[in-house]
């Protein structure tokens, strides 16, 4: 991948995120990417759907498993626009996924780098590698216009 390549992905990332504003869910958006090729890409539907699991992670890898044919993504790197929460990193790690590169760091429930390290395979039994602060900026930028307008 190259270096070009992981910010179109993660630009992608972003315009999922952006859709999610559409019906009033967290601006999270993923891409999993196999081979230089998109094969999911989501964005939260929690408000949509009334769904609990409906992260943008967890919905992108459902259908990243759905395209593959196998829930083993070992070649698969998911981009997402925000640290991945504690359920996200578990759904990685029980999909085998080779790779995730996150955008912003989530301070207050990330389970990556900011409060957990589940993805290290220290304490789960799979290691997913992580590329993280992609577009940090644009990605913190969008999640803190959303939470201040909640706020008003």
Known sequence: MTDS????????????AEAALLHDDVPVGAVVVLDDTVIAARHNERELT????????????????????S??????T????????AMCAGAM?????GRV???TADPKAGAVDSHFDLLD??????????VADVDTERCGDLLRAFFRSRRG
């Open 5 to 16: 390549a992981g910010k179109a992905f993660m630009r992608l990332a972003v315009e999922q």
């Open 50 to 69: 009334g769904d609990p699991s409906a992260h943008a992670e967890v919905l992108a890898l459902r259908d990243a498993a759905e395209h593959v044919g």
């Open 71 to 76: 829930w083993r993504l070992d070649d698969c």
């Open 78 to 85: 998911l981009y997402v626009t925000l640290e991945p929460c």
């Open 93 to 97: 790690v029980n999909a085998r996924l």
């Open 101 to 103: 590169v996150y955008g």
């Open 121 to 130: 395979g220290s304490v789960l039994n799979h290691r997913v590698d992580v």
